[in-house]
């Protein structure tokens, strides 16, 4: 709940849709949000939120979305299937996926469910063929995080986006990358 409360608090004219599966967790994002009336919480697994959430709201296919996939897992991991979803419906999206591996930076740490790693290749093949993306990593090496080390993680966007502020591009790792539909 701290994500979308911080979300709803910076974007009030904004809707902003979480979901938690754990009946516990969804309590406490129900309360840490309840000032918040541009918040709908949800209690469901991720990917059938993903898929109720586009049956209620068809009119967010065509519109801006950022998402915030926060990759944690008790079970079966959902990533894949959210990404899927997300690059199946949408045509202008940004999804941003926290505790992710960045290549060729060790000191960011992400997270793994063995044998999986949150990785390029576990999103990658779920992304829809036939598009282009941009995708976005850290590079800089300062730390960011009062509280926690040095986190991983990746954007991943779809239509025309200014995603880092001009001026910054050298703190981060931006790739052009088109999925091909063979």
């Known amino acids: 709940g701290d994500t979308v409360g911080m979300g709803a608090r910076y974007f009030p004219v904004m809707k902003c849709y979480t979901c938690e599966g754990d009946a516990a967790n ?5 309360r840490r949000t309840a000032l918040y009336p541009n918040v709908e919480a949800s ?10 959430l586009y049956d209620r709201q068809p009119q967010l296919t065509a519109k801006r979305v950022v998402y915030w996939l926060d990759a944690h897992a ?8 959210e990404v899927k979803k997300i690059t199946e419906v949408g045509t202008d999206f940004c999804v ?12 960011f740490a992400f997270d793994t469910y063995p044998p999986i790693q949150l990785n390029w290749q ?12 941009k995708i976005i990593y850290p590079k800089y090496e300062a730390h960011t995080s009062l509280h926690t080390h040095r986190v991983g993680w990746i954007v991943v966007a779809a239509g025309n986006w200014q995603l880092v502020p001009d001026g910054l591009q050298d703190l981060y790792e931006i790739l052009d990358y088109e999925m091909s539909s063979s």
């Open 74 to 81: 008790k079970g079966a991991l959902p990533l894949p299937e």
């Open 96 to 107: 941003a996926i926290d505790d992710f591996q960045v290549p060729g930076r060790p000191y």
């Open 122 to 133: 576990l999103i990658q093949p779920f992304l829809k063929a036939g598009r282009k993306y």
């Open 26 to 30: 969804f309590e406490i994002t129900r």
């Open 43 to 52: 209690n469901e697994p991720s990917p059938d939120f993903l898929y109720g």
